[in-house]
């Protein structure tokens, strides 16, 4: 597929494009070989820039667009294109638009694949939807052996943290309490001080029993607005 409505967008995207950024950004993002982002290519582009465009074509672009625009080999692309993907449900009127949104969502977690990409999008669409919906898909992907796949399931549940619902994100982070990954350690950690930030007991009680056990880092975001004494018992493992 390589339409009219494509071919501006990408137009528009690289006519930012700033070789010295790009370099740097790769960098950032560890796309040297063996970093998380090994292999991702750059334009160099800022996220102001890319909102710009953004808006300039979400109304533009549908769905069978969007999922080719996904597997874009430059990172900037397929981030814009997932903020086009959340502008678009977001604006969605019926359910029909949203499942096409959330399918397609599913269907590119192989190319949703750094943190960016990841933080932009999960809760604002996949967490969003599963809300009044079985969520069990959630602990399937956190169960799985993908560090992306993983990331997008516990961000997504900030959906729910922000609705006072708290078990997704406990549950998920029960599956992720050992990953190997800092990547994950400071995912879950964020997602649980969400949580703190909206019912303090709620998250001091789900760590009573596990922050000794936790990577360090995990904790250290988990606990980062709490009281200085009482994360300085945290710390000293003195709870």
Not at 25 to 35: N, S, V, Y
Not at 48 to 61: D, G, N, S, T
Not at 199 to 221: G, H, I, Q, S, W
Request: proline share 3%; hydrophobic share 40%; charged share 25%.
């Amino acid at each position: 597929m390589n339409t009219s409505a494509m071919n501006a967008f990408l137009s528009d995207l690289k006519a930012y494009q700033n070789p010295v950024k790009a370099a740097g950004a790769m960098g950032f993002f560890q796309c040297g070989k063996g970093g998380y982002g090994e292999g991702d290519r750059f334009w160099g582009l800022t996220v102001p820039q890319q909102r710009e465009v953004c808006k300039a074509h979400y109304k533009l672009l549908n769905i069978s667009e969007l999922a080719e625009l996904i597997k874009h080999e430059v990172h900037e692309v397929r981030l814009s294109t997932l903020m086009i993907m959340v502008m678009q449900y977001k604006k969605a009127k019926d359910i029909a638009t949203r499942e096409a949104i959330i399918s397609t969502y599913l269907a590119s977690v192989k190319y949703i694949n750094n943190w960016d990409l990841v933080d932009t999008s999960a809760h604002y669409t996949l967490g969003e939807w599963l809300l009044d919906k079985d969520w069990s898909i959630l602990k399937e992907m956190a169960n799985s052996e993908h560090l992306w796949t993983q990331r997008i399931a516990i961000i997504a549940t900030h959906a729910f943290i922000r609705k006072g619902i708290f078990e997704p994100t406990f549950t998920l982070s029960d599956i992720l309490l050992h990953h190997k990954h800092d990547l994950i350690h400071k995912a879950v950690g964020w997602m649980l001080r969400e949580a703190g930030n909206m019912d303090y007991m709620a998250e001091y009680n789900y760590l009573v029993p596990r922050y000794k056990e936790m990577p360090r880092t995990m904790l250290r975001y988990a606990i980062e607005k709490f009281d200085e004494p009482v994360r300085q018992q945290f710390l000293k493992s003195l709870i």
